[in-house]
């Protein structure tokens, strides 16, 4: 059985911490709203899975505090009951938080029968489906996890991860250490080989950009991998599509199944799944809910603007990779613009609408040609949808550099090499020149997917329907 999993914003965190700094290292405690996602079907071990999401932090108000020392809180039950009534009526989890400020690391025999209490509550207020989920602070920043679905034993958290300017991970997985990983340990320090063994990617994708992801990531070192793509290897893109051969462009191969081909064939250890299908396909969607990070290596805005959606409701950081290589105006061979951009989706970050990497148009235009082809020709001919032009132009060393950009944002992420404590939320790159810019932006006020103002959607998991999406892309 696979247990269940919590990922924490960032900003949340902090609003943590600071609601759990107490005077004189007494205990404090909060409560916390989540979302949750059930995925039926892991990838890699192909059990069902629980993942909960940060969703809001409440504090609970002061004239409800009862007693607090170095080993104990107590609060009324007045606060938990609202909290309950939110959560049902906004299909969320509730969730309490304390701390140990004097270093237990774990839950106490005490913690365990106020939380049974607690549950027993809810459950009588909310039903039998009722959860509860429950996090210990230990000391500054450690934190431990554990879900109520009986009064009996609580099922332990795995795995807390922390994501916002970047990734941190903290599990009780025990991973064996990979003694071909050994040099990137001198570069990086002994734990870097431990986090990337304990990450689940998927790389969106696996053409000119995300094929050398792929391959890169294996032999980084992450754990598990997915592959998902639609497409299959064509003779077109042999030169840039790596790990492909002659004979899988006349076997007319998926390009998927290349991918876990070549990996399987590395013997670095990375468990390596694929999916065959658009990103939105039904089984393509637990494999994205089930990762910890996604590369999105898909050349159309209606991908993208799907998984801008996916990013903000179940919490998982997007590295979207793009590259401009814009044709001369006559014609002619020759390029009037050569760049590369990575665009780091994250909690608090503007969304890829505001930042202008999708064109939703062409998003519209690209979901009717996969619904329903016949009515897209014939709004085509009409001039209502942006047709397909030329292909674009390609160069292998180009999406390869694209590529490296990108799979190095996720170490900037990790490990924090460049000494700025936080990935780029986006870099811009000109191929010709080399120069480097990482603009600055602010998200639309009004934007529908990432403006706390109009949509909460941050942490929301689950939702019918799915993603909240009805009759649009965005």
Not at 29 to 42: N, T
Not at 81 to 101: D, K, T, Y
Not at 165 to 192: H, P
Not at 429 to 436: F, M, N, Y
């Amino acid at each position: 059985m696979t247990r269940p999993d919590i990922i924490i914003q960032e900003r949340h965190r902090d609003e943590i911490q600071a609601i759990l700094s107490t005077p004189d290292g007494v205990e404090g405690a909060a409560y916390l709203l989540l979302g949750r996602s059930e995925i039926a079907q892991d990838p890699w071990d192909k059990n069902a899975r629980t993942r909960y999401t940060s969703f809001e932090v409440i504090g609970i108000p002061p004239e409800e505090q009862i007693s607090a020392s170095d080993q104990h809180v107590t609060w009324s039950t007045q606060s938990f009951v609202r909290l309950c009534r939110r959560a049902q009526e906004e299909g969320l989890v509730p969730a309490i938080v304390h701390s140990h400020p004097s270093g237990f690391d774990g839950f106490s025999d005490q913690d365990r029968r106020n939380e049974r209490d607690l549950f027993t509550l809810a459950r009588n207020r909310n039903g039998e489906k009722t959860r509860l989920v429950s996090i210990v602070q230990v000391g500054a920043g450690t934190y431990r996890a554990q879900v109520w679905k009986d009064d009996k034993t609580p099922e332990e958290c795995r795995q807390v991860s922390c994501i916002g300017s970047n990734i941190a991970i903290q599990s009780t997985y025990d991973e064996k250490a990979n003694e071909v990983l050994s040099r990137q340990a001198l570069a990086f320090g002994d734990e870097v080989n431990s986090r990337l063994q304990h990450l689940r990617v998927a790389v969106v994708g696996c053409g000119g950009t995300g094929s050398p992801v792929v391959h890169l990531l294996a032999r980084l070192g992450i754990g598990r991998i997915v592959a998902i793509d639609d497409d299959f290897v064509e003779y077109s893109n042999l030169n840039r599509l790596y790990g492909a051969t002659q004979q899988d462009a006349d076997e007319h191969a998926p390009k998927v199944d290349v991918m876990v081909r070549v990996v399987s064939e590395m013997g670095l250890g990375t468990e390596i799944r694929s999916v065959k299908g658009w990103v939105d396909s039904p089984q393509a969607r637990d494999a994205l809910r089930s990762c910890d990070v996604i590369f999105g290596c898909t050349d159309d805005h209606s991908g993208r603007a799907f998984l801008n959606r996916l990013s903000h409701f179940y919490l998982i950081p997007v590295i979207d990779v793009g590259l401009v290589l814009m044709p001369g105006e006559s014609g002619k061979a020759g390029l009037q613009e050569m760049a590369a951009r990575v665009s780091v989706l994250f909690p608090s970050a503007p969304c890829l609408i505001c930042r202008g990497n999708i064109n939703l148009e062409a998003a519209r235009s690209e979901d009717l040609r996969r619904r329903n082809p016949s009515e897209y020709e014939r709004q085509k001919r009409e001039a209502y949808v942006i047709g397909a032009g030329n292909p674009a132009p390609a160069v292998v060393t180009f999406t390869t550099e694209a590529a490296t950009m990108a799979v190095n944002e996720l170490v900037q992420g990790l490990v924090d090499f460049r000494g700025d404590g936080k990935w780029a939320w986006q870099r811009y790159r000109k191929l010709d020149s080399g120069v480097e810019r990482t603009p600055s932006l602010s998200a639309d006020p009004d934007c529908p997917i990432c403006s706390e103002q109009v949509n909460r959607n941050w942490g929301r998991g689950d939702v019918v329907p799915f993603l909240d999406r009805v009759g649009s892309v965005s």
